[in-house]
């Protein structure tokens, strides 16, 4: 069955990228949000997004326009009856995604693909309050997500081999983004081993072996990072990077996803990287290191 009317449910920061490289895409995208002022926001931000693309050539107003055109605003749950496939976007609440799937199961076709953006949360747990499990499935997409091309497929314990394959061949053929399996485990594998790297990074701050800025240096110019470690920090939020070690020390509980001192710091005082415009660095309102 070919997928071309897209839900996406939640419109954060990655609700908003998935939704603008859906619609890029030539997809028609639902967006639903619990306000109508989360939703106009939300679109108010695409825009603007794409407009600093046009400003980069990286994208023509008639890209823009068209864009736009396929995304459309809805206001709820129900009216995602007709979508071919649904992806979650919300916090890295539990409860609240399963009230969400809960919702998404008795609204859609039992051919619907209800997936997760989610980073750390259990699929087998989020499939286990609805009806039909076996097309629960993971589409992590890692930030920015209309800007990466991976997207980890991640299959919990029911997770059909049809869900798999009809997810797999969206993400590879209709949106031409490289897809890897993962079978289910906190943190999967790009947010286990990033989290840990920006954590290592933190400690060797603390420690005051080098700055923050001088740490950034060491791995863009000597390991060839796009972004150092505290760069990406900030870029995905101190607060999901907390959330996100705090989740997997509880999962597997090791010493080493404890999470650093100055991260928990920097989070309790609201620095919490571009969307604050303050965290290890300033940026400005349109996220652009001052």
């Known amino acids: ?22 619609a890029f895409n030539g997809l028609e995208v639902y967006v639903t949000e619990y306000s109508e002022e989360k939703l106009a926001q939300a679109l108010l931000q695409i825009e603007q997004n794409l407009d600093r693309q046009i400003e980069k050539w990286a994208l023509t107003r008639a890209e823009k326009k068209l864009t736009l055109n396929r995304i459309h605003l809805i206001h709820r749950l129900e009216e995602l009856g007709d979508c071919e496939l649904i992806i979650e976007t919300i916090t890295e609440d539990l409860e609240s995604k399963k009230m969400i799937f809960e919702r998404l199961d008795q609204i859609c076709k039992p051919h619907v693909i209800l997936a997760s953006n989610t980073s750390t949360l259990s699929l087998t747990e989020l499939a286990s309050v609805t009806a039909h499990p076996q097309r629960v499935i993971g589409m992590h997409f890692v930030y920015p997500a209309n800007r990466t091309d991976l997207v980890e497929i991640v299959r919990g314990l029911k997770t059909s081999d049809e869900t798999f394959n009809r997810t797999k061949h969206f993400v590879e053929h ?21 989290c840990l790297f920006i954590n290592e990074a933190l400690h060797v701050l603390e420690e005051g072996v080098a700055s923050a800025e001088d740490i ?9 990072f796009q972004n150092g470690p505290f760069e990406m920090a900030d870029r995905f939020g101190l607060d999901a990077i907390l959330a996100a070690l705090e989740r997997m020390f509880r999962e597997y509980g090791e010493l080493k996803y404890r999470p650093s001192i100055v991260l928990k710091k920097m989070v309790r005082a609201g620095q919490l990287g571009v969307k604050s415009g303050v965290g290890f660095f300033h940026y400005d309102k349109d996220g652009d290191r001052q």
Do not use: N
């Open 1 to 22: 069955m070919i997928m071309r009317k897209i839900g996406v449910v939640g419109a954060g920061t990655m609700g908003q990228g998935i939704a603008e490289m859906l």
């Open 174 to 194: 209709i949106i031409q983004k490289k897809g890897i399996m993962v079978f289910e485990s906190p943190g999967f594998v790009t947010t286990r081993l990033i």
């Open 216 to 224: 950034d240096s060491a791995m863009r110019i000597g390991y060839s």
